[in-house]
T-cell receptor
Framework: GAVVSQHPSRVICKSGTSVKIECRSLDFQATTMFWYRQFPKQSLMLMATSNEGSKATYEQGVEKDKFLINHASLTLSTLTVTSAHPEDSSFYIC?????????????FGPGTRLTVL | AQTVTQSQPEMSVQEAETVTLSCTYDTSENNYYLFWYKQPPSRQMILVIRQEAYKQQNATENRFSVNFQKAAKSFSLKISDSQLGDTAMYFCAFMKQGGSEKLVFGKGTKLTVNP
């Protein structure tokens, strides 16, 4: 089956620094990728939709200047958490529907655990 | 906007028995997809089963089956012959038809299968 990878799998950073998380589709192209955040014992909440070659679409309440998204190629989207604070500590998951594939199909990355000290 | 409601935060079942997880949703769309995802302790999201809204026949995948009631906007998951490996969080999710659409998740049900 199709594979989506995320890097790093876990990261610890100091408050005020920026962290970049990569989401890659390894064996398919994706014009769209989705970024979710999951707090402990909670559900996945969509943060933004990443669109290849254009600006990301952010969900209501998500600060676009804090969570920078770049979808520079058909296989890579990055999420940069700028000036991270402890409240940004969470599990970040990406998913990607394959371009030209079945419209109800999405593949999930394994997630990135971010801890901000 | 679509919403998905899972009213059972936690459930438990004995190994080899059957358990049903509930899910209701709200939408004004007529064409859409519904899903059940499993998230084990590894936190990797795993698709369990999917249902197209235009299909009246309930989807089945081995020990997993759904009871899809479109008029009632209900989409329950039945797990037969429960196994220890079924212990996980289960999320019900909704997706509009149209391609590259987002998933809307319920809050999840934590299922524990006891030996």
């Amino acid at each position: 089956g199709a594979v989506v990878s995320q890097h790093p799998s876990r990261v610890i950073c100091k408050s005020g620094t920026s962290v970049k998380i990569e989401c890659r589709s390894l064996d398919f192209q994706a014009t769209t990728m989705f970024w979710y955040r999951q707090f402990p014992k909670q559900s996945l909440m969509l943060m933004a939709t990443s669109n290849e070659g254009s600006k990301a679409t952010y969900e209501q309440g998500v600060e676009k200047d804090k969570f920078l998204i770049n979808h520079a190629s058909l296989t890579l989207s990055t999420l940069t958490v700028t000036s991270a604070h402890p409240e940004d500590s969470s599990f970040y998951i990406c998913s990607a529907p394959p371009a030209g594939g079945a419209e109800d199909t999405q593949y999930f990355g394994p997630g990135t655990r971010l801890t901000v000290l | 906007a679509q919403t998905v409601t899972q009213s059972q935060p936690e459930m438990s079942v004995q190994e080899a028995e059957t358990v049903t997880l509930s899910c209701t949703y709200d939408t004004s769309e007529n064409n859409y997809y519904l899903f059940w995802y499993k998230q084990p302790p590894s936190r990797q999201m795993i698709l369990v089963i999917r249902q197209e809204a235009y299909k009246q026949q309930n989807a089945t995948e081995n020990r997993f089956s759904v009871n899809f009631q479109k008029a009632a906007k209900s989409f329950s998951l039945k797990i037969s012959d429960s196994q220890l490996g079924d212990t996980a969080m289960y999320f019900c999710a909704f997706m509009k038809q149209g391609g590259s659409e987002k998933l809307v998740f319920g809050k999840g049900t934590k299922l524990t299968v006891n030996p």
